[in-house]
């Protein structure tokens, strides 16, 4: 900055200053210290009401009246239709909002049909016997069949079979083999 530029800044800032204490000063002397603020009035009197009680038969009266007029906008020349009927609205059905979550797995198809169990003496290990197609499975509790089911549980009636890549479980029903002697 120049000299010249340095006095004027100067010269201003006197001039901020001299004003602020002259705003400050003459604002005291009011007696109250704050800028702006009134003394209170020590003349104030309240008004006389002669009946501070709430209206209630006048609220009332005004709460039940209706507006019965043409209900016409004075903005538009041609005149108002006439009132819709109301139709009573069922219950609407939820917006779902966000991407539609992927549809379930199908259920686990075992390729196989369990027609019978066997257990080795009593509390022994329970085997279950499979068809699938030709070919007629014996299986433990435990064990995996078909490369990719596991046996869980053998009941009276059913078997409980998990898809050992996924880890879902599907119930096989027993199935009763045709009587000898029947037409297939």
Same mark, same amino acid.
């Given at each position: 900055?120049? /000299?010249?530029?340095?006095? #004027?800044?100067?010269?201003?800032?006197?001039?901020?200053?001299?004003?602020?204490? #002259?705003?400050?000063? @003459? @604002?005291?002397?009011? =007696?109250?210290?704050?800028?702006?603020?009134?003394?209170?009035?020590?003349?104030?009197?309240?008004?006389?009401?002669?009946?501070?009680?709430?209206?209630?038969?006048?609220?009332?009266?005004?709460?039940?009246?209706?507006?019965? =007029?043409?209900?016409?906008?004075?903005?538009?020349?041609?005149?108002?239709?006439?009132?819709?009927?109301?139709?009573?609205?069922?219950?609407?059905?939820?917006?779902?909002?966000?991407?539609?979550?992927?549809?379930?797995?199908?259920?686990?198809?075992?390729?196989?049909?369990?027609?019978?169990?066997?257990?080795?003496?009593? =509390?022994? /290990?329970?085997?279950?016997?499979?068809? @699938?197609?030709?070919?007629?499975?014996?299986?433990?509790?435990?064990?995996?069949?078909?490369?990719?089911?596991?046996?869980?549980?053998?009941?009276?009636?059913?078997?409980?079979?998990?898809?050992? @890549?996924?880890? /879902?479980?599907?119930?096989?029903?027993?199935?009763?083999?045709?009587?000898?002697?029947?037409?297939?």
């Amino acid at each position: 900055m120049t /000299r010249r530029t340095e006095i #004027y800044v100067f010269a201003g800032l006197i001039v901020v200053l001299i004003g602020a204490a #002259y705003y400050f000063f @003459s @604002s005291r002397s009011d =007696g109250n210290g704050l800028p702006g603020v009134l003394a209170a009035d020590t003349k104030f009197q309240p008004l006389d009401v002669q009946e501070p009680a709430l209206r209630m038969d006048l609220l009332e009266k005004i709460r039940k009246l209706e507006y019965s =007029g043409s209900h016409r906008n004075i903005f538009v020349a041609t005149p108002p239709a006439p009132p819709r009927p109301l139709v009573p609205a069922g219950p609407a059905a939820p917006v779902f909002i966000g991407p539609k979550p992927p549809p379930p797995p199908p259920p686990v198809q075992v390729p196989a049909e369990f027609f019978g169990y066997a257990s080795q003496g009593s =509390g022994g /290990r329970k085997v279950a016997f499979f068809t @699938s197609g030709d070919d007629v499975l014996i299986i433990g509790e435990g064990e995996t069949f078909l490369s990719r089911f596991r046996l869980d549980h053998i009941g009276n009636e059913s078997a409980d079979v998990e898809e050992v @890549s996924t880890g /879902r479980h599907a119930t096989v029903p027993l199935v009763q083999p045709p009587a000898p002697g029947a037409n297939q």
